[in-house]
């Protein structure tokens, strides 16, 4: 009940100062939000069911039509994640990931630095394949198991949280931001940032981050003894050797229908299109490896959080809310770029803290595409600058999923989750900064 009691008192606190600044409908528009991201926030409700409240609140309230929000639940983008978290089905099933997890485990130092750097490694190479959430979940038991000293246990899991938003930046079905900016950027008729061109982009920024976090984790723990071993399956199973074979086939073709202006132009097939058409493989008698009973395992309420957050973007846009935050913003737009990008960067990954990472970059990507229009910095760079920011927050429980499950294994506390985040936090502002200024305004 209290819950309830202060997601209300917030929602009408948040409609009654917005009433000073906004119209009616601008100041009805941020309650619903503030009622929804309280609600994803406190889990008073089913996060599938909150994710739906948009189809009857918007229109209820004059925002959207019902055709209008209902239409953002069946984005194509949505479709990509789709073929996705089949394939991690698949993954899981075959307990492929546990041999690549013991493979890449042995390829460092048995030491607590060691330890701490294959994890957080580990971690990164899955989340870039699979959801982070994913990753998350499936690490960091084995973490749990590793050792028994509190103090390094705690270090492990942080790793693991903190690899698997690391390396889910990696690629564009890492984590649920990626899919969101790809949906908005093709709404807005942007080009669209192709698979392997993400992966160019992303992969060095994620790469200093994987030096500079178990690095800094392993401070004062190195010391502790350690004899665990990592390694206890070293043949790989003929289903886990088909799968393989499939997802490098899959990766093969990602690659080869990747346009590299101007040498080479692609197949010119739809990505979104390539990775439900390999999902669906999965499901194919004698080829794939699950059984249509195994789609119950599907989180569908992460894809009604996707429709959600889209709904959410649609009506700062249609409203013109997105537009009159931006006006009260263009005191900014005489800045200079290096300042208007650590300023961005800064804002999201802070705010990121206190509000789902997905909720947040809904509301925050129409606001910078119409300060974008007004500034001479480039519209993709200053998106992607957000984006990943989304992702780099590392200060507390709710930011991104990783961390909450970080949480819920009991090894780690808020006040050790919050001391190492907000020197990571600093450190990831400092660093999506100076790659933005140094490669993506090139690349892009």
């Not at 690659?255 to 990505?271: A, F, H, R």
Request: glycine residues 6%; proline residues 5%; neutral net charge.
């Amino acid at each position: 009940m209290k819950k309830y009691l202060f997601t209300i008192i917030l929602t009408f606190g948040a409609y009654f100062f917005a009433s000073f600044a906004f119209n009616t409908q601008h100041s009805i528009l941020l309650a619903i939000i503030v009622f929804l991201v309280t609600l994803w926030t406190n889990e008073a409700l089913p996060i599938g069911v909150v994710s739906l409240l948009p189809i009857v609140l918007f229109p209820s309230f004059d925002i959207l039509s019902t055709n209008a929000t209902t239409i953002n639940y069946s984005k194509s983008i949505i479709f990509l994640f789709l073929g996705g978290f089949i394939i991690a089905i698949a993954t899981q099933k075959t307990e492929l990931h546990k041999y690549i997890s013991n493979k890449l485990l042995t390829l460092f130092p048995n030491t607590p630095r060691g330890i701490l750097f294959s994890l957080a490694i580990t971690s990164a190479f899955l989340s870039s394949l699979i959801s982070n959430t994913t990753t998350a979940l499936l690490l960091i038991p084995i973490a749990m198991f590793l050792t028994d000293n509190t103090k390094l246990k705690m270090r492990l899991v942080l790793a693991i949280a903190y690899g698997a938003s690391i390396g889910g930046i990696v690629t564009p079905i890492g984590t649920p931001p990626n899919l969101i900016l790809l949906g908005f950027m093709d709404h807005h008729s942007l080009e669209a940032i192709p698979f392997v061109k993400w992966i160019f982009l992303t992969a060095p920024l994620a790469f200093v981050m994987l030096l500079i976090i178990p690095l800094f984790l392993s401070f004062g723990v190195n010391d502790i003894k350690f004899d665990t071993e990592l390694s206890h399956k070293e043949d790989l199973t003929t289903d886990q050797r088909r799968l393989l074979y499939i997802l490098g086939s899959l990766v093969v073709l990602l690659l080869v229908n990747s346009k590299i202006e101007p040498y080479y132009s692609g197949l010119g097939l739809n990505e979104k299109g390539i990775l439900l058409s390999y999902g669906l493989l999965m499901l194919v008698p004698k080829i794939g490896f699950l059984e249509w009973d195994d789609m119950k395992k599907i989180p569908y309420e992460i894809i009604f959080l996707f429709g959600a957050g889209f709904s959410i973007a649609a009506a700062f846009s249609s409203t013109g809310l997105a537009q009159e935050i931006a006006n009260y913003l263009l005191e900014l737009t005489n800045l200079p770029v290096l300042v208007l990008i650590l300023l961005v960067a800064s804002l999201i990954t802070f705010t990121t803290e206190i509000t789902s990472n997905t909720a947040l970059i809904s509301i925050a990507l129409p606001i910078i595409y119409s300060l974008s229009n007004v500034t001479n910095i480039d519209t993709t760079l200053i998106l992607l600058v957000a984006t990943i920011c989304a992702s780099y927050a590392f200060m507390l429980p709710i930011a991104t999923p990783p961390n909450a499950i970080a949480m819920s294994s009991g090894a780690v506390k808020v006040k050790d989750m919050a001391k190492f985040g907000i020197v990571f936090n600093i450190l990831g502002i400092l660093c999506v900064t100076a790659t933005a200024l140094l490669y993506w305004q090139y690349a892009l």
